[in-house]
Nanobody
């Protein structure tokens, strides 16, 4: 079965950190540009970060730049999103996705190939 499987997330206090993991099943995630997205209640889904297929370009939304880091894992077909200095406004359901091109990745476009199931991240004291 071809799918993206996401893990991580949960409840964290402001200033804390979390790492989200995205892994593929049935296909090689390493062959794709990979993006992270989030959707807060009542808001549209927005691109957070993206990593190009060849790992030579990373893109971050202005709101998370300097706090979030996207990377591929040493284990094949995994991608991480390390989130530091979390703020209440980071609260959302987070998704990973495969991009069909590095260009769409660089634009943090919602035009993606496959979505993960999503996981809740809540930043609250």
């Amino acid at each position: 079965q071809v799918q993206l499987v996401q893990s991580g997330g949960g409840l964290v206090q402001p200033g804390g950190h979390l790492t989200l993991t995205c892994a593929s099943s049935g296909f090689a995630l390493d062959d794709y540009a990979v993006g992270w997205f989030r959707q807060a209640p009542g808001k549209e889904r927005e691109g957070v970060s993206c990593l190009s297929e060849n790992n030579d370009n990373t893109v971050y939304a202005h709101s998370v730049k300097g706090r979030f880091t996207i990377s591929r894992g040493t284990v094949k077909n995994t991608v991480f999103l390390r989130m530091n200095d979390l703020r209440p406004e980071d609260t959302a359901v987070y998704f990973c996705a495969t991009h069909i091109s590095d260009y769409l990745c660089s634009q943090l476009s919602n035009d993606v190939g496959s979505w993960s199931q999503g996981t809740q991240v809540t930043v609250s004291s």
